[in-house]
């Protein structure tokens, strides 16, 4: 149980274009969603926590125009990058927690290069 | 920030080995976790350790937690060339909202 997925896997996109990336919950309710950004051989970093129904919290230096979050059921959120540049490449990696739980449950990440 | 820091960055060993991964961190905590993750994958949790709890095992793994000194260890015993992976301790931030990670240890073990 507590399987967490991510869609797409990785995604190559132009620069200026938007790019949506899913993740979802399936078989259980996640009440919180978070979304990290990871450069190679580097940590994750916190981009912004979202409570379903409601607005994300995006951490400080995120651009929330940049990173639209929508976590519009307790199954699914939705990052948008919005006019994608190169510098925006990174892996992308989603997670998800049941209420009041401890352990965050990880989407397999999603790994985006913008030309 | 990040609220952890592990030492070290890279752990190079032989299977049959042990491993010792440490993290640090800043302010006090109702628990740590430890997650792996693959290379280009997502993350695996490990272990749960509390703030009551002095030591915790799971299998091959042995976690300990000093929250006198602010720290806790994993201990990968018997490794196995399948171990390589980086691994991360993670705390909640102060209100326990969110989880922070530390910078990782990337372990590569040789068969």
């Known amino acids: 149980g507590a399987v967490v997925s991510q869609h797409p896997s990785w995604v190559i996109c132009k620069s200026g274009t938007s790019v949506k990336i899913e993740c979802r919950s399936l078989?259980?309710?996640?009440?919180?969603m978070f979304w990290y950004r990871q450069f190679p051989k580097q940590s994750l970093m916190l981009m912004a926590t979202s409570n379903e129904g409601s607005k994300a919290t995006y951490e400080q230096g995120v651009e929330k125009d940049k990173f639209l979050i929508n976590h519009a059921s307790l199954t699914l959120s939705t990052l948008t990058v919005t006019s994608a540049h190169p510098e925006d490449s990174s892996f992308y990696i989603c997670s998800a927690r049941m209420n009041l739980q401890e352990t965050q449950y990880f989407g397999p990440g999603t790994r985006l290069l913008v030309l | 920030s990040q609220q952890g820091e592990e030492d070290p960055q890279a752990l190079s060993i032989q299977e049959g080995e042990n491993a010792t991964m440490n993290c640090s961190y800043k302010t006090s905590i109702n628990n740590l976790q430890w997650y792996r993750q693959n290379s280009g994958r997502g993350l695996v949790h490990l272990i749960l350790?509390?703030?009551?709890?002095r030591e915790k095992h799971s299998g091959r793994l042995r976690v300990t937690l000093d929250t006198s000194k602010k720290s806790s260890s994993l201990l990968i015993t018997a490794s196995r060339a399948a171990d390589t992976a980086s691994y991360f301790c993670?705390?909640?931030?102060?209100?326990?909202?969110?989880?922070?990670f530390g910078a990782g240890t990337r372990l590569f073990v040789k068969a």
């Open positions: 350790i509390r703030s009551n709890e």
């Open positions: 993670a705390t909640p931030n102060t209100g326990g909202f969110k989880t922070i």
């Open positions: 078989d259980f309710q996640a009440t919180t």
